[in-house]
């Protein structure tokens, strides 16, 4: 079945960077954009940016523009995310997600903490 | 970024009628259409709506979204006890080129 499996937890200390991955299968990966949003604890959705699967070009939002840089690797189907300069906000769950007329597939989550 | 707008939380009986909305402008809701995802704690995000206002397959058809300018709602018909959760509004805003989501509505069934 159509699935993104999501690496797992990552603690890290304030200024370091993180690169979390987005594995996919069930379809075919170059069809169809990744999305990554993250969730801090108790709040709500926040869009990080978009990875044209296809081509590999990307859309970040503002607030993380310069911090951000989402990649891919067609021949694992996989997306990375990776977010340098951390900081004690940054703590979350981050999520990949497939957009089919909406987001209609979510990953399970990585959850990133920083701390020191 | 300005986000969409939700109220935080509404609250409604078991068996009755909620309508959800998500207010934005003319350069994301009013002009691409909103998506609607459920959430409940400690889980990912589900799409319950297309931007088209379609309903993917295995959603109950107690939930219809509909959009009147620049404000998308999500009904949800004949409450039920797993209907408690938080919602949220999503759009692509053309001139910010950016996605933006709604800062969610907490819906309570008593």
Same mark, same amino acid.
């Given at each position: 079945q159509?699935?993104?499996?999501?690496?797992?937890? %990552?603690?890290?200390?304030?200024?370091a960077?993180?690169?979390?991955?987005?594995?996919?299968?069930?379809?075919?990966f170059?069809?169809? +954009?990744?999305?990554?949003?993250?969730?801090?604890? #108790?709040?709500?959705?926040?869009?990080? #940016?978009?990875?044209?699967?296809?081509?590999?070009?990307t859309?970040y939002?503002?607030?993380?523009?310069?911090?951000?840089?989402?990649?891919?690797?067609?021949?694992?189907?996989? @997306?990375?995310?990776e977010?340098s300069?951390?900081?004690?906000?940054d703590?979350?769950? +981050?999520?990949?997600?497939? %957009? @089919?007329? #909406?987001?209609?597939?979510?990953g399970?989550g990585?959850?990133?903490?920083v701390?020191? | 970024?300005?986000?969409?707008t939700?109220?935080?939380s509404?609250s409604k009986?078991?068996?009755?009628?909620?309508?959800?909305?998500?207010?934005g402008?003319?350069?994301?809701?009013g002009?691409e259409? &909103?998506?609607?995802?459920?959430?409940y704690?400690g889980?990912?995000?589900?799409?319950?709506?297309?931007?088209s206002?379609?309903?993917?397959?295995?959603?109950?058809?107690?939930?219809? &979204?509909s959009?009147?300018?620049?404000? &998308?709602?999500?009904?949800?018909t004949?409450?039920?006890?797993e209907?408690?959760?938080?919602?949220?509004?999503? &759009?692509?805003d053309?001139?910010?080129?950016?996605?933006?989501?709604?800062?969610?509505t907490?819906?309570?069934?008593?």
């Amino acid at each position: 079945q159509m699935q993104l499996v999501q690496s797992g937890a %990552e603690v890290k200390p304030p200024g370091a960077s993180v690169k979390l991955s987005c594995k996919t299968s069930g379809y075919t990966f170059t069809h169809f +954009y990744i999305h990554w949003v993250r969730q801090a604890p #108790g709040r709500g959705l926040e869009w990080i #940016g978009i990875l044209h699967s296809d081509n590999g070009n990307t859309i970040y939002a503002q607030p993380f523009q310069g911090r951000v840089t989402v990649t891919r690797d067609t021949s694992t189907s996989t @997306a990375y995310l990776e977010l340098s300069g951390l900081r004690f906000e940054d703590t979350a769950m +981050y999520f990949c997600t497939r %957009e @089919a007329g #909406g987001f209609d597939i979510w990953g399970q989550g990585t959850l990133v903490t920083v701390a020191s | 970024q300005a986000g969409l707008t939700q109220p935080p939380s509404v609250s409604k009986d078991l068996g009755q009628t909620a309508t959800l909305t998500c207010t934005g402008n003319s350069n994301n809701v009013g002009d691409e259409g &909103a998506i609607w995802l459920q959430q409940y704690q400690g889980h990912p995000p589900k799409l319950l709506s297309h931007r088209s206002n379609y309903r993917p397959s295995g959603i109950s058809d107690r939930f219809s &979204a509909s959009r009147s300018g620049n404000t &998308a709602s999500l009904t949800i018909t004949g409450l039920q006890p797993e209907d408690e959760a938080d919602y949220y509004c999503s &759009a692509w805003d053309n001139t910010l080129k950016a996605w933006l989501f709604g800062g969610g509505t907490k819906l309570t069934v008593l």
